[in-house]
C-alpha cells in the first residue's frame, strides 16, 4: 500500500530547556552526551511525526558540535525528517544556544540521525516519501542519498572488522 508524502514541516518539531548547573561540567558547559540524548529525543518525536509509527535509533552521524551552551542559558533544539528510503528515516537536528538576557542566538550542533519504522511485531515497515520545499530543505535532501550511501559503508566496514575480544594472534 502507497503511503501519501509528507512536506518535511510536518515533521518539524521544536524544544526548548534552560541548562541548569546539574546538567554541566566543570567549565559550567552543558554535556555533550546530555545535548545527544536531547538531539535523539526530538528526532524521535520528528520521525514518529512523519511516518505515524513507533521507531527506533540506528545511527547518528555527523554530530558536530561548534559551540559550548553555557549554564542559564537555553537549549533550542529543531528536528525534522530530511530524506527517508523504505523503512528508514534521516532526521536533521539543529541545536542552538539562546542568551535568554540578550536573545543572542548561536549554532551550537548539527547532527542527522537515522531511524527505522517498525511495525506491530517490531519488524522494519515502509514509511512516507518525504517532500522538501523550501531551499535549505531541498539541498539537504539533495544531499541525503549521499550521506545513505556513506552510513551503509560505514555499516559493512564494521561488520567486516574483527571482534575486539577475539584479537588475531601471531
Known sequence: MQQQAKTISE???????????PDTNHHNTIFGGKV?????????????????????????????????IKT???????????????????VFVKVESENLLTG??????????????LDENGKPTSVPN?????????QQYEQARDRYYLRKKRREERIMLPHPDKAVQK
Open 130 to 138: 518525504v517532500i522538501p520545499e523550501s531551499a535549505e530543505e531541498k
Open 36 to 68: 545527544m540524548a536531547y538531539a535523539d529525543k526530538i528526532a524521535c518525536i520528528a520521525a514518529m511525526r512523519h511516518c505515524r509509527k513507533p521507531v527506533v535509533t540506528v545511527s547518528s552521524d555527523n554530530f558536530d558540535f561548534l559551540a559550548p
Open 104 to 117: 543572542e542566538r548561536k549554532l551550537t550542533s548539527r547532527a542527522y540521525l537515522t531511524f527505522i519504522a
Open 11 to 21: 515533521s518539524r518539531t521544536r524544544s526548548t530547556y534552560l541548562v541548569f548547573p
Open 72 to 90: 542559564g542559558e537555553a537549549i533550542v533544539l529543531e528536528a525534522c525528517v530530511s530524506w527517508v528510503h523504505k523503512t528508514s528515516m534521516e
